[in-house]
């Protein structure tokens, strides 16, 4: 994928880069990061066992929240550019703190960050911006929440408040099971982060990913993406931070992609800057094409894992460019992403028991993976005492696999993903199954 600007080489000093995180997303954007030729090096804070791969790159160990010694460091480091990936970071408001100690940062402050560490804030926001989503309501108790429930002609969806990994959503099939999902929240199962609650009409389609690049005022898309949340195949099971992905999305028309634009983007970045909130950073749009067209199911203020380590691949050298100018303001308006000739899946692999209880500290063996095409980025991954890789989280990694149909991307992926072995390894046989053709069995037998 070419991505136009006027001004790719920038005269803006891009040298040394600091990529805040330890997931595949993190992986992802380092890699994607070291293809530019200005880059030196790629700091990564913490990283894990896959920053091995990584050209040009560091592991680097720092408190996050001394920020005295850390701000001291990265000036020693002379760095160019800080990239913060989890979101809860952004919340905190690191990226905020930073930019007021003179550093370049790809990352909103905590106001803007508010979009999705408050589920009820990033909804009224909405509704300020007459942006289209469900119709909701914000509950403080659990009697507020009975009588909504019960007089609600349909069962509600319930999301906890706050941050919750992507694991506080709730789609319930009965007006019993939205109670008991309000229950469990308020009784404390995600903390601080359900002490409110969102309750939500259900809306029916199929949700996609939109993600801009944001200077505070323009803007740039990325490739669409469409995520899988749930578990298991068939959409089954319980939400959890994503099992894999594929990307562009056709669900996403020209049509559709206009009025996501007018009606959604724009509305958002004019309502930021109403609120004087100068955002820089990536903004992601969780979405649902309904009947009467795209909705926002969410806001995300960060790049989607597993959305970021499918797309990357897609874009070429300059990407980091585009995030220098975001950093400080000065996109032109007129940067282009031209949409890829090819495709890219992604599968998760994740430990047994993931998104609940889960063991770690199993080695993994990669066997004999065909390279062509295929990246692997590591999220739950760190090395052992004899430098093995061993899992270390609920989702282990990701395979990632190009090519000029998603047959083929899914044909490579599942083929390489028979080469890794770890105790428990689980992965969903049916990621990509809206846009291929051929039945797993036809793929990796």
Known sequence: MSINSNN???????ENILIIGNGGRENALAWAIQKNELIKRIYLLPGNAGSKNINKSERINLDLNNIEALIKKLKSLNIDLVVIGPETYL??????????????????????????????????????????????????SL???????????????????????????????????SLQATEEIFKGKFGNAG????LEEKIEGPEVSV????????????PTAQDHKRLNENDKGPNTGGMGAYSPTPLITKTNLEKITNEIIEPTINTLLKKNIDYRGVLYFGLMITKSGPKV?????????????????????????????????????????????KFSGCVIATSKGYPLKYEIGFPIDFGNIDKEDCQIFDSGTSLNSNGEVITNGGRVL????QGKDFDKVFEKAYKNLKEISFEGIFYRKDIGHQVRTKTLDDEIN
């Open 8 to 14: 790719s080489k920038n005269s803006n000093k891009l």
């Open 91 to 140: 919340a905190d408001g690191l990226g905020g703190i930073l930019r007021k100690n003179n550093f370049d940062v790809f990352g909103p402050g905590s106001d803007g960050a508010k979009l999705e560490s408050s589920k009820s804030w990033a909804k009224e926001f909405m509704r300020e911006a007459k942006i289209p989503t469900a119709n909701f309501w914000k509950i403080k």
């Open 143 to 177: 009697e507020e929440a009975k009588e909504i429930i019960f007089k609600s002609p349909n069962p509600l969806v319930v999301k906890a408040d706050g941050l919750a990994s992507g694991k506080g959503v709730y789609i319930p099939e009965t007006k019993e099971s």
């Open 195 to 198: 002490k409110t609650i969102v």
């Open 211 to 222: 993600f801009a690049l944001c200077d505070g005022k323009k803007y740039v898309l990325l």
């Open 297 to 341: 199911i969410e806001y995300n203020c960060r790049f989607g894992d597993p959305e970021c380590q499918t797309i990357m691949p897609l874009l070429d050298e300059n990407f980091v460019i585009l995030l220098q100018k975001c950093s400080k303001g000065n996109l032109i308006g007129n940067e282009t992403i031209k949409m890829p000739d």
């Open 398 to 401: 990701s395979i990632v696999c």
